[in-house]
């Protein structure tokens, strides 16, 4: 006899009294997210047998080449988000400008939803885990027209759901609604997200450093010298840490909210704002992070989540991950400036 597995409809269907102002719309709007997940596993998952690797042609916003597997998954959340009927309009790493949905059904809408499609693209080739990141907020602009680019430009505070798809050696769904954390695994064998992970925790500290170290010239001081912290040895902290990078955002932050640890994308000489984008990769994984008991900041004092929008595809420096963690690399970086400050005064 198996034990009873809860699938993501039945978990979304249990959950919605938690949202006693909700009418259903945002559990819609995740069970398109479900569906369009599962279409685009199916994708990635023969992608070395069908003519779906490689480049597109085109560059995206961001002037980085585009696959054909990302415009793929693009265009099958962009469908399952306008067939929801819950969503006004979207934002994705792979459009300029937002995507307004233009049906009735679609304006009357209570949300927008920031996305990657489909994240850590450059390991698609080589057979490397790769993600979707989404975000979902409550629309300013009045129902029943069209979305508006204020729509996009809230805080990460006023997220109201956000999470990510990992396509790994199994493919899971994570997310939250503000309520904590859950992580579903797909179970091939029924085509349905279950409920493996309730209540995710990151611990507190780990021994996971992530990030990106062939730039480590690049870094500012306090990265440096964290990065240092990091590698020597002390019994009590554990350290020397395990440095652990593969270049796609959520398969490094998943592992370090399952193991603890903390992914750094700092800014540097040739991204002064950092690489990844607000938007749709660190206010969603802020999120996630900020509700697995977790921290995420700009390395600067600044809480992720608290940054103001200005334009669609604004970058920003990036820490994430276990909450004694951060506080130790933002330690380091506020100890720099002050270093640095004094030195400019000293002249
Ligand atoms: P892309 O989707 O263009 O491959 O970008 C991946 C992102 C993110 O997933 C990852 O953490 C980061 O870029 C890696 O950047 P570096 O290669 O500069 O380390």
Known sequence: MHAHVTTLNEFII???SDFPYAKGELSRLLTHIGLAAKIVNREVNKAGLVDILGEAGGTNIQGESVKKLDVFADRRFIEALRASGECAGIASEENDEIVKFKTDLAK???YIVTM???DGSSNIDVNVSIGTIFSIYRRISPRGHEATLEDF???GTKQVGAGYVIYGSSTMLVFTTGRGVNGFTLDPSIGEFCLSHPNMQI???GTIYSINEGNYIRFPGGVKKYIKYCQESDRQTQRPYASRYIGSLVADFHRNLLKGGIFIYPQTESHPEGKLRLLYECNPMAFVMEQAGG???DGMGTRILDIKPESLHQRAPFFVGSRRMVEKAEEFMRAERMAEEEARVAG
């Open 295 to 297: 921290m995420a900041t």
């Open 116 to 118: 990657d499609p489909l």
């Open 153 to 155: 430009m809230q805080r």
């Open 203 to 205: 611990p507190l500290s």
């Open 108 to 110: 009357d809408g209570k």
């Open 14 to 16: 249990e959950r919605q």
